[in-house]
């Protein structure tokens, strides 16, 4: 779900994998943050549901984390063979009780429900095991490969064409935070919207038993991400080793510029 900050006029979301979950708690505990939309719903997602309405993202300053992509790709890999497939449906199910009593939802649309997120499940598992044949540069390599062929058929015309693949989730984003520099972008926002005293980020959510990401990858994976995506890892300032630091978060547009200083 999205954190909606009505005093700062700012619509957070939360991209999986980038620290979200702390600046989460950090606005709804500083800053009257509240909880729009569904777990990690992106802008397009809310606005198709009901959840906010167009009019709403065009007066709010729209903000996302981002990471170095290659570190991300193992984190995520890691999760599908970690237990992370567990406690995402013991989340789901608990949410349908949650909504069953929130919606008086009747006993056979809770059996629907239940139903659907059986075969999600049983799906995911059945993915996750042949993940786990194929192994992490078989995986990745593939993906990013499938991901570029997509390209082909998407629509080109908007002016972010890479959200969906290294940088997901972006789509309305005008303020990204680096995951790396996550505690000195947030501030430097937050200086802006006219919060003068600086907030703390507690470091959350370590992936157990990961080592460093480049030990994940061969030379030949590497190169093909770097290949395909260079265009994408240059406009966010990232490389296989690392990051260009730069002071503050990185604005997408102008739009987004003037709103974070007005």
């Not at 700012?10 to 509240?34: I, M, N």
């Not at 139903?115 to 499940?121: G, V």
């Not at 993906?143 to 998407?154: E, F």
């Not at 959510?205 to 890892?233: F, M, S, V």
């Amino acid at each position: 779900m999205a954190i909606l900050c009505k005093e700062l006029s700012l619509l957070y979301v939360q991209v999986p994998a980038t620290g979200c979950s702390v600046v989460g708690q950090v606005l709804k505990r500083q800053f009257g943050g509240e909880d729009v939309g569904r777990k990690h719903d992106d802008v397009p997602r809310m606005v198709a549901s009901g959840v906010l309405s167009s009019s709403d993202v065009e007066r709010l300053l729209v903000v996302a984390n981002v990471r170095n992509p290659f570190d991300r790709l193992v984190t995520y890999y890691q999760r599908l063979n970690g237990a992370w497939i567990d406690d995402y449906f013991a989340f789901r199910r608990r949410d349908l009780e949650r909504r069953r009593q929130r919606e008086g939802l009747s006993e056979a649309e809770v059996e629907r429900a239940r139903q659907q997120i059986l075969r999600e499940e049983e799906r995911k598992r059945r993915r996750v095991r042949i993940i786990q044949r194929m192994g992490f540069n078989t995986w990745v390599a593939g993906s990013a490969i499938r991901w570029r062929l997509r390209d082909r058929t998407s629509d080109t015309t908007r002016p972010h064409p890479y959200l969906h693949h290294l940088f997901p989730m972006l789509d309305h984003v005008q303020v990204v935070l680096r995951q790396e520099q996550l505690e000195t972008d947030f501030n430097a926002l937050l200086n802006r919207l006219g919060v003068e005293v600086p907030v703390s980020i507690p470091r959350k959510n370590l992936t157990p038993g990961k080592k460093p990401y480049t030990a994940y990858y061969n030379p030949l994976t590497r190169r093909l991400i770097e290949h395909l995506y260079r265009d994408d890892l240059a406009l966010m300032g990232y490389r296989f080793d690392g990051y260009e630091p730069v002071e503050g978060p990185l604005y997408l547009t102008s739009t987004a510029s003037r709103a974070a200083r007005s």
